[in-house]
Structures are given as structure tokens and as C-alpha cells.
């Protein structure tokens, strides 16, 4: 069965840097598109960004742009973060269509 496992999540100061990893077993990424989501306590889950494997294109939200990557390396798929601000906490979710969503790996940003 596919499944998506993230972690890397943690505590960092704001202008601090985390990267997230989304693995990604019983599942070809070869003609996958996936995405990063967020949730903030209270609010919706919003989508962060994406990468269309085959097309190696992506996609930023414009609260992120210019400070996350999105990026693939074999079968894990990275959200690098920099610049990090107190807005970006929340629980981060990798995401592909078709396959069950995964527990999430919290980020705070906080002083």
C-alpha cells in the first residue's frame, strides 16, 4: 500500500531554516505531481507548493515564494524552508492524489 511519511519538522527561530522530507514507498513518482500542505491551529489546510515530476516544473504559494523549495530525490521529496517567519507554523502535510494522507510533522517558528 503507498504510503507518505514526513518528518523533519521541529522548533526554529524566526530567519531560521528547516527541511522537511516526505518519503514516499509502494508508489512511482516518475509521473506524479505532489504537493506540500499546511494547517495552522484554526485555520484551513492551505496548499505551500508543488512539483510535477515528469515535467520537473513548480509551484509556489505567494506566502512562500522566493523562501521554500520544493524539490524530489529518488523517492523522498523535500520542502527546504529558509527565512522562516511565526506565520509558517503549523502541521506540514506532502500530499499525492490517490494516496492516503500521512500524520503530518509540526513546525513552529517562535523566539
Known amino acids: ?8 519538522g521541529g ?7 528547516l527541511r522537511l522530507s516526505c518519503a514516499v514507498s509502494g508508489f512511482t513518482l516518475e ?18 507548493a508543488a512539483i510535477k515530476i515528469s515535467l520537473r516544473t ?3 504559494a505567494n506566502t512562500v515564494k522566493g523562501r521554500f523549495t520544493i524539490y524530489r530525490d529518488k523517492n523522498t521529496v523535500y520542502l527546504q524552508m529558509n527565512n522562516l517567519k511565526p506565520e509558517d507554523t503549523a502541521v506540514y502535510y506532502c500530499h499525492i492524489l490517490g494516496i492516503p494522507w500521512g500524520q503530518g510533522t509540526q513546525v513552529t ?3
Do not use: C, M
Request: no cysteine; net charge negative.
Open 31 to 48: 509521473n506524479s505531481a505532489i504537493g506540500w500542505f499546511r494547517q495552522a491551529p484554526g485555520k484551513e489546510r492551505e496548499g505551500v
Open 58 to 60: 513548480t509551484d509556489y
Open 11 to 17: 522548533l526554529v527561530q524566526p530567519g531560521g531554516s
Open 1 to 8: 500500500q503507498a504510503q507518505l511519511v514526513e518528518s523533519g
Open 109 to 111: 517558528v517562535s523566539s
